[in-house]
């Protein structure tokens, strides 16, 4: 009869004999579980960008998994670190996930360029193009101050929040400060001639604030601007949105037409407070659309009003500007232009927004997010689809 240290000692060999015998991955089955990893800027699977460089599977349980970076220097490497380890860590049979990092060679870059925007020399402005789904909003005002660029960021968070892919372009060049209301605090990063886009809450986001150092002020004419916006439009590659949100500057000016050029099908969104004098300069960013032919998607009114502590309501800069707005805009362009929703005057949407939070994600239950939130549902309601697009089709012959 065995001792029981004798069967202690042959449980540990049985346990040792079945942990060696157990099969270890094929090569394939971890290109598989790579499927899962998406580049974290582009959005696709590193196996469908082709930044699997190598993988090899050891008798012992190790994987070594090699990937090419698109750029030295990528700021998301321990982010494709981390989910390659994750992935391939759920095979059966892996002791330990070893990831060797590279850099793509400029012709693999060229190729992944190829790959995403087409072969051409001359990017184009997806948006523009006729078989473009995304629709684009301009958040206009007519003058400084009204909370257009507030309004922008917890429009954009609260429609990715809904599980929508959004971009926000800050078109404001001279007063830019979208990054620090969005919490963007990355940089772009250069992929050939491709810029990837930084994301914050779920958005991606590019503004002229992300390529000039410390606070430097962008002293440009026209022409520069011009080109600055195109560059974001068609550089950038922004993937498939479904809502992309320009916040332009206040007034009819260069950035106005320059978008009205560029991305024809883009509708205004115009921002004004309750007060009579603010909504007669309202009134003609929006009547902009009457000369380049845009849509005009409604109005929201900022700063409404202030709830005292006793529930009591101040209107601190008046009542009624953003209704009167509306209806003008109505009548001049001959359709009708909703008041998609009246924002309180609340601290907290001016903190969240100094602190990089929006307000409709840091407070989803104050007055100001949920007034916010159902302008936002309003805009991205109407389902992406073919409607008004040309099919290439003909009557089948009789």
Not at 154 to 168: F, P, W, Y
Not at 197 to 204: D, E, I, L, N, S
Request: charged share 20%; hydrophobic share 40%.
């Amino acid at each position: 009869m065995r001792s029981a240290t004798q069967l202690i000692s042959d449980e540990k060999v049985g346990a040792a004999a079945v942990t060696t015998t157990q099969e270890t991955p094929s090569v394939e089955d971890v290109r598989t579980a790579l499927n899962s990893v998406h580049d974290p800027e582009i959005h696709k699977p590193i196996t469908e960008l082709g930044m699997v460089k190598d993988i090899s599977v050891g008798d012992d349980g190790i994987v070594t998994v090699a990937i090419y970076l698109t750029v030295a220097g990528c700021p998301l490497k321990d982010t494709i670190t981390r989910d390659t380890t994750a992935a391939v860590s759920k095979l059966p049979g892996v002791r330990d996930v070893r990831v060797e990092l590279d850099v793509m060679s400029d012709e693999q870059r060229t190729e992944l360029r190829k790959k995403l925007r087409g072969d051409v020399e001359e990017p184009v402005i997806p948006f523009a193009q006729p078989g473009s789904l995304t629709r684009v909003y301009c958040v206009a005002s007519g003058k400084g101050g009204v909370g257009k660029s507030s309004v922008t960021v917890n429009l954009a968070a609260a429609m990715a929040r809904k599980g929508l892919s959004v971009g926000v372009v800050d078109a404001d060049i001279y007063g830019h400060s979208i990054p620090r209301m969005l919490g963007a605090s990355g940089k772009p990063t250069k992929v050939e001639k491709m810029i990837m886009p930084p994301q914050a809450h779920g958005v991606k986001v590019i503004s002229i604030g992300m390529f000039t150092p410390g606070n430097t002020p962008v002293v440009w004419r026209g022409p520069m601007l011009h080109r600055a916006l195109q560059q974001f439009l068609a550089d950038v590659f922004w993937g498939d949105l479904d809502i992309l949100l320009l916040d332009l500057p206040p007034g009819t000016g260069d950035i106005a037409i320059s978008v009205a050029q560029l991305i024809p099908n883009a509708e205004i969104l115009v921002v004004t407070t309750p007060q009579q004098a603010a909504a007669e300069v309202a009134e003609r960013a929006g009547a902009i659309a009457l000369q380049t032919r845009q849509r005009v998607a409604g109005v929201i009114e900022n700063m409404s009003w202030f709830e005292t502590p006793d529930g009591s309501r101040m209107d601190i800069f008046g009542s009624g500007g953003g209704q009167a707005v509306a209806e003008s805009l109505s009548k001049s362009v001959g359709a009708e232009v909703p008041l998609l929703g009246q924002v309180p005057l609340d601290p907290k949407l001016r903190e969240q927004g100094d602190a990089g939070t929006p307000i409709v994600l840091a407070d989803p239950d104050s007055q100001a997010s949920q007034v916010l939130t159902s302008a936002a549902e309003k805009l991205s309601v109407r389902a992406r689809g073919l409607a008004g697009m040309m099919l290439n089709v003909t009557p089948a012959g009789r």
